[in-house]
């Protein structure tokens, strides 16, 4: 399974668009990125997934280049509820029925 | 909609007893799993099911063992309990139909090992 990078922690003021960079140079061809979010004492919630270019949901923005080897995850103008850890999870046979593999995930803090 | 549903939410046992959590999956998904989650922890994998079936293995102790039964739910049977199992334990579901890697987690339940 491709090993992930990502920052231990980022801090956003309200209203800005937040970029969290992902770094996995040994992604496998079939592997797919998917990003979850998990506030405190609940269960990790899923975001976005791409496989490359770009993908857009009501939530978030999620930016794949050519190579694969990085992902960045766009949340426009975050909120106080956005405060949570974002996790950047890489894999998944075709079936999509793998196992997640959770690394260290980004702490984001929103302040006002 | 319906979500994962666990039972309990909360549980506190002594070193060296039993427990076991329960897991009940959202309607129609057919692939369960269990992670675990210490203090400060990240997520960590524990074993999954497919139709009933074992499909996954992670991190699992040999002291646990899990079971998926005909209606799709799912326990996850832990014994000789010790004070590092203390953490939330999380049950997922996935459909068949769903993209690949998702998954949906219940709320969770926190186990205290005194």
């Known amino acids: 399974l491709a090993k992930t990078t990502q920052p231990i922690s980022m801090d956003s003021y309200e209203g800005q668009e937040v970029n969290i960079t992902c770094s996995h140079n040994?992604?496998?061809?079939?592997?797919?990125i998917t990003w979850y979010q998990q506030f405190p004492s609940q269960g990790p919630r899923f975001i976005i997934q791409?496989?490359?270019t770009k993908v857009t949901n009501e939530v978030a923005s999620l930016f794949i280049p050519a190579d694969r080897k990085s992902s960045t995850l766009s949340l426009p103008r975050v909120s106080l509820s956005d405060t949570a850890v974002y996790y950047c999870?890489?894999?998944?046979?075709?079936?999509?029925?793998?196992?997640?593999?959770f690394g260290k995930g980004t702490r984001l803090s929103v302040i006002a | 909609a319906a979500g994962v549903i666990q039972s309990p939410r909360h549980l506190i046992k002594e070193k060296r007893e039993t427990a076991t959590l329960k897991c009940y999956p959202i309607?129609?998904?057919?692939?369960v799993y269990w992670y675990q989650q210490g203090p400060g922890q990240d997520p960590q994998f524990l074993i999954s099911?497919?139709?009933?079936?074992?499909?996954d293995k992670g991190s699992i102790p040999d002291r646990f063992s899990a079971q998926q039964f005909s209606d799709y739910h799912s326990e996850l049977n832990m014994s000789s309990l010790e004070l590092g199992d203390s953490a939330l334990y999380f049950c997922?579901?996935?459909?068949?139909?769903?993209?690949?890697?998702?998954?949906?987690f219940g709320p969770g339940t926190r186990l205290t090992v005194l």
């Open positions: 997922a579901s996935r459909s068949g139909l769903a993209v690949p890697n998702e998954q949906f």
């Open positions: 040994n992604i496998a061809t079939n592997d797919y």
């Open positions: 791409g496989y490359k």
């Open positions: 999870l890489v894999g998944g046979r075709s079936s999509g029925n793998t196992p997640l593999v």
């Open positions: 309607p129609r998904h057919d692939t």
């Open positions: 099911f497919y139709e009933k079936m074992q499909s």
